[in-house]
């Protein structure tokens, strides 16, 4: 590679060493034809000018001849004194034998006349003119006049030194100009072809850097034979920090997290940047399986220590997909695919984690394909339907709302869980325009409950994370309120902590439009994410959902039970509403009432159920759950357990 470079580069250097020679022999050649045209033009303008002086001398010479008079010739001859190239000047009668004379030559040069024929010449040196003196249209005599070039050749001389001095200064000039041009021509071509290669945020290989290199690695496996790893990574909450914290702060963090998997890779390893917060490590030379997963496991852990971004103390983590050639891909293409499906897999786990390829997950990327083919299928064709679970108040045994859950009844596949196409719905965008067919189904439903005699139980909607950031959100809502005239308290919107700590700004302003239009907000699975309590006073949140993971193990759990209590009493100390979800059994049932949370929903009380259903679920449960009539013998306070004990404290 070097020595094509160097080929090329010395071919260039004499190529242009050929182009200065060549502009010095035409600047040559264009500066002596330039003097020979000045000194033919001279020349003859010299000639021209000695004629009309001869012309001048004859004319006035006829009196002095008729006369035979020497001194008026002599003096009519002297009148040439003025022109300095003049050199010799001669009246002759009609013998051509002198007559008068005027000579400016010294001594030598009227020597060096004495050869000259006395007849019109040009030679090198000097130029010679005869003219008829005329009477009545005969020729009476002759003038003879000699011009030095002794004045032209000088003027050639300074205007040869002009010419060559200003070609000079002009190639200089060009010269320097070119060069300069050259120069910037090359750096504007470095800097090009260094973009073409690599990322100028992290000054790593871009995309196109790394097409060519993992097929040069790959070559050289096929070649020596031999593995050759590739890691595909994928920041986890990469768009979280470049929102809150701004594009230059999440171009630093890039910047850093690139140094930092150089530094912490082997010499012969690659870390490439693909785009956004995808990051590609080529792993050459691998011996077994094992390597490439202790690369892998190494840079998962290398990106879970903080980074320093605009001084403040960041976290980010990533998930990383990792294909092995030849066994998961037999080209470039095959094996980021592969790699792509398993980074898919280590996201879809959990996130902070590796992947090893496996033929299964095609699998499940293929499922996933075919499911949102059929997810859009089946909302073309009203194969989705909403579910209302009741929640019930343990006070008074009434139903103080319902929560919209989506239903699909697949043809094939059967009932498919909402957790697996919500999902697929949030990834293809198709969530936005389900989103709103949710909110006017509930809507429109709640509105008929509160027709048809049930009373006012509000309608709890779920939303998704693509459509909370979806600008049409708030006019989605307004419309689908509208659109059935129910009240805006009778409708709740369930959010996640996530969904808030995504461009929390931008966030409040929605909720707080929300909350004065009068909806009501919830933060639904409470205690899974964030669960930071300044934005609990941030947010106008109205009540929290008791994440059902936490009422699963209540009463054995000691730890779920402390977690569950804690939040009730924090929605209390707070003034929220406080509803447990996912009650199954009266000793969850009786737990959570004895710690204030009186508010429940789950299987206990009912699954969801269909709209005409629901109606019916209602009308016959009005007031059975109170929990008095539940648990007639125990007291609603004062049984609080060991637990409850615990989380107050840790709560104090
Ligand atoms: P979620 O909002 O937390 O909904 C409660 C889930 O708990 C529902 O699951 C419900 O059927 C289930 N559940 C209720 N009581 C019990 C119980 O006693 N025990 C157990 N084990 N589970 C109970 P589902 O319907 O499968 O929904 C799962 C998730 O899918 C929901 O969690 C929600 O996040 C999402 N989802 C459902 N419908 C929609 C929707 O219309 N829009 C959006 N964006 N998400 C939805
Ligand atoms: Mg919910
Ligand atoms: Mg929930």
New binding site residues.
Partial sequence: MSAVKGLATRHARRTRRLWRIGVVVALVVACAGLTLFEFWSLRHSLRAHIEVQAQIVADNSEAALVFRDRAVGAEVLSALRASPSVRQAMILDAKRRRFAAFERAPAEESQSMRGHLLEPHQNATSLAVLRPVMRAGKPIGWVYVLAGLESVYWHLLVYAAVAVATALLGMAAASLLVSRLRRAVEHAEARLDYLAYYDPVTNLLNRHGFNERIAFSLSRAQRFGGQVGLLLLDLDNFKVINDTMGHQAGDALLSALGQRLRESLRQGDTVCRLGGDEFAVIVDNVGTAQEVELVAAKIVRTLEMPLMVTGQQVYVTASCGVSLYPEHGGDARTLVRTADTAMYCAKESGKNAFRVFRPEMNQRAFRRMSLENSLRKAMENGDLRLRY?PKVDLRTGRIVGA????RWVHAEDGSI???EF?PVAEESGL?VPL?AW?LHTACREARRWEEAGLGRIPVA????AR?FKDQGLLAAVLHALDESALAPDQLEL?LTESMLMENVEANIELLRELRTRGVRLAI??FGTGYSSMGYLKRFPIRSLKVD?SFVRDIPHDRDDCAIAGAIVALAHQLELDVVA????NVEQLRFLAQHDCHVQ????FS??LAPDEFERWVREHHGRFRYGALIPSARQSGQRSGAWNNALERLA
């Fill in positions: 679970q929560e919209a859950l989506l869980s909402p957790a919500i969530i989103g949710v909607v779920n939303l998704s459509q369930e639904d699975d059902r979800e996912g009650v199954e929903q789950g299987f206990y699954p969801a």
